[in-house]
């Protein structure tokens, strides 16, 4: 199978001030796409900057442009959503994404019947949305433990791929579903994930499939994805589990007095159980800002697990099943018939009336930019790898670049996901060049960054307790007022080598809602904060995070 021939893009108002701020327009990479089409081959190495390792003191990654996606996005396949391929296509279009996967839930019913039908559709749907990637996938019910996307490169085998790791491993299908600390089941369930992915990461090596990715969902939901977990599912297959949700989806599922004066953004309305790992606090089961606790803590969990020196992405997403203010309703089930005996619901039908719902159209509201040199699944997949993802709500930013370069080097430097080797005491700079929104998002607001906030924390190798979910040593070290800039504007922020290797990250906001982070204001002064239950309007309180860089130190 060939790589999609990349067609001009097709919106006349795309501004240059929504360009790739280091000169490499999405237009571009589909011009270059047309002159060198064989190198875009679905069948062709990974691009030899995100394959090849780098040697000696400084690096230099390519110029980039960013798609954007979502990895999370249901339809009539999954048992409880209500949105045809057509339907959820064609809003990811509306939307301006470049990719997107839809993940059905594991089910009898789709196992037996739907993943062929549904598979079918993505044909279809690739045939009519020739803009759009469009990938199969799968949200697996990880035995002990909550959802994964899983999802495949096409190709010959991925829906026979999804299909038998569906009966093979999903902790629903097999009642490999507890958890709880001291239960007879649990470390034979936890063990069942882990051989899970590494049955995948071997489909990938034997080239069965050409490539697979898994991603976490929702970890803190339910606080029953415990670190020790994730560390053995990230340890199983690095190339294989490369990160999960920083942001959930049903980002609208407390626009007040939508659902309910108890409901929180993600839906993370719940509290913990048996089956919920007991070290979380109370406030883990919140969203802060949309974002995951795992994630928003500045020296939390995503901080701790960067500390061991190990790349572990984030991402964002719709979760799509039900849009808020939507007005169309499931179909009824023909005398006889339900999800069990075909795998498919009935198409749904519009009422005129708004129905019941938490979520955004895939792209509406999250979106994860990846950053490719080529077009195509596979430099889709190949970015992900690599990390070079960055993730914004509300579209507050038109485009980011970041890099990480020695003084004494020419070049770009280092990007997102990357590693830039240098001295003890050398001096860095790490460049931000932001492109600002440039044209109102879809509830009508033009997105204004009002601040950058630099994170910084030591790499320390692994850990010795598998359950620690704290980096005492990352903290913001610097914050950029940018209030009021408008357009592409680069930060230079100047950094110093020390003894000891480390890690930057990058976050930043509207500015509306803001306070001491979890850790307290001596880590984060002004990092995100829970909203009041039912009063939790996603558009007024809106963020961007950015994967690490990593910074080794000779020696360290």
Request: charged content about 20%; proline content about 6%; glycine content about 12%.
């Amino acid at each position: 199978m060939t790589e999609q021939q990349l067609p001009v893009w097709a919106d006349p108002s795309v501004s240059p001030a929504q360009l790739d701020a280091q000169g490499v327009s999405r237009r571009q990479l589909m011009r270059r796409a047309g002159l060198f089409g064989a190198a875009f081959a679905l069948g062709s190495a990974a691009t030899p900057a995100l394959a090849s390792p780098r040697r000696g003191f400084g690096g230099e990654d390519p110029r980039l442009a960013y798609l954007v996606g979502d990895h999370h996005v249901h339809s009539v396949y999954s048992h409880d959503a209500k949105y045809t391929f057509s339907q959820q296509a064609g809003a990811a279009a509306k939307y301006g994404l470049d990719w997107m996967v839809f993940n059905e839930h594991s089910n009898f019913g789709h196992a037996a019947y739907g993943a062929k039908l549904e598979h079918q559709e993505i044909l279809k749907a690739r045939a009519e949305n020739p803009r759009q990637l469009i990938f199969q996938g799968l949200e697996w019910y990880i035995p002990a433990a909550e959802h994964c996307t899983v999802f495949a490169a096409p190709g010959p085998h991925e829906v026979d791929l999804l299909t038998q790791f569906e009966l093979a491993y999903d902790g629903k299908l097999l009642n490999y579903t507890e958890g709880s600390a001291g239960a007879a089941d649990t470390a034979r369930n936890e063990a069942h994930a882990v051989k899970a992915i590494k049955w995948l990461a071997e489909q990938r090596r034997s080239g069965y499939v050409d490539d697979i990715l898994v991603l976490a969902n929702h970890p803190l939901r339910l606080g029953i994805d415990s670190p020790h977990e994730m560390r053995g599912w990230r340890d199983a297959a690095p190339e294989i589990m490369i990160g999960m949700e920083g942001a959930p989806g049903a980002q609208g599922a407390a626009l007040p007095g939508w659902r309910g004066a108890t409901s929180i953004r993600g839906e993370y309305e719940n509290k913990p159980s048996a089956q919920s790992w007991s070290g979380y606090p109370a406030d883990a089961y919140l969203t802060y800002g949309g974002f995951d606790w795992a994630t928003a803590t500045v020296g939390g969990l995503w901080d701790s697990m960067l500390a061991e020196g190990r790349l572990f992405s984030i991402t964002t997403n719709s979760d799509n099943h039900r849009t808020v203010f939507d007005t169309w309703k499931n179909g009824d089930w023909p005398a006889g018939q339900n999800f069990d005996t075909t795998g498919k619901l009935p198409d749904p039908v519009n009422t005129d009336t708004p129905q019941p719902g938490s979520d955004f159209w895939p792209g509406q509201f999250s979106r994860t930019h990846v950053g490719v040199s080529r077009y195509g699944y596979r430099a889709v997949m190949a970015g992900l790898r690599a990390g070079r993802v960055w993730l914004d709500h509300g579209h507050l930013l038109d485009g980011l670049d970041v890099r990480v370069k020695r003084d004494c080097d020419h070049g770009r430097g280092v990007t997102l996901g990357g590693r830039l080797r240098v001295r003890r005491g050398e001096k860095l700079t790490l460049s931000v060049t932001v492109t600002t929104a440039s044209r109102p998002n879809p509830q009508g607001i033009l997105p204004e960054l009002a601040h950058v906030d630099v994170i910084r924390g030591a790499v320390r190798g692994p850990v010795a307790d598998r359950d620690t979910w704290r980096a005492p040593d990352t903290r913001v070290v610097h914050t950029q007022d940018v209030s009021g800039r408008k357009g592409t504007y680069t930060l230079r922020i100047p950094l110093v080598a020390g003894d000891e290797s480390f890690y930057v990250r990058l976050r930043g906001s509207d500015g509306n809602r803001h306070g001491a982070g979890y850790l307290g204001a001596a880590v984060d002064p002004h990092g995100p904060i829970p909203h009041e239950p039912g009063n939790g309007d996603p558009w007024v309180d809106t963020w961007f995070y950015a994967n690490p860089v990593f910074v080794d130190v000779a020696g360290a």
